[in-house]
């Protein structure tokens, strides 16, 4: 069976930093694209970020270009987002997907498989 588990969610200040991962099991995570996905309150799904089964090779939505980073360690099984400079508009439920999508060039076409219970981030004063 397919886990994924968010963690590392919480409250910070704008301007402030937060690392969430995601902890995998049920399947060989090393062999998966995956992908951050957000909600925000009364909004439709976003997705936030990918990242190939190697580690090498990450895309971004424009909105977190520059002041968020993905990485991986297949050897744990882990996801990670690195987020930084978080603005108040970054206010969202956080989810990690297993991502069977695609590249062209610089652009991910991300296609969700198993999606994470997601942790909650809010930015606020």
């Known amino acids: 069976e397919v886990q994924l588990v968010e963690s590392g969610g919480g409250l910070v200040q704008p301007g402030g930093s937060l690392r969430i991962s995601c902890t995998a099991s049920?399947?060989?995570?090393?062999?998966?694209?995956m992908s951050w996905v957000r909600q925000a309150p009364g909004m439709g799904p976003e997705w936030v970020s990918a990242?190939?089964?190697?580690?090498?090779?990450?895309y971004y939505a424009d909105s977190v270009k520059g002041r968020f980073t993905i990485s991986r360690d297949n050897a744990k099984n882990t996801l990670y987002l690195q987020m930084d400079s978080l603005k108040p508009e970054d206010t969202a439920v956080y989810y990690c997907?297993?991502?069977?999508?695609?590249?062209?060039?610089?652009?991910?076409?991300?296609?969700?498989?198993?999606w994470g219970q997601g942790t909650q981030v809010t930015v606020s004063s």
């Open positions: 049920g399947f060989t995570f090393g062999s998966y694209s």
């Open positions: 997907t297993t991502d069977s999508g695609w590249a062209h060039g610089t652009i991910w076409f991300p296609k969700f498989g198993s």
């Open positions: 990242i190939n089964s190697g580690g090498g090779s990450s």
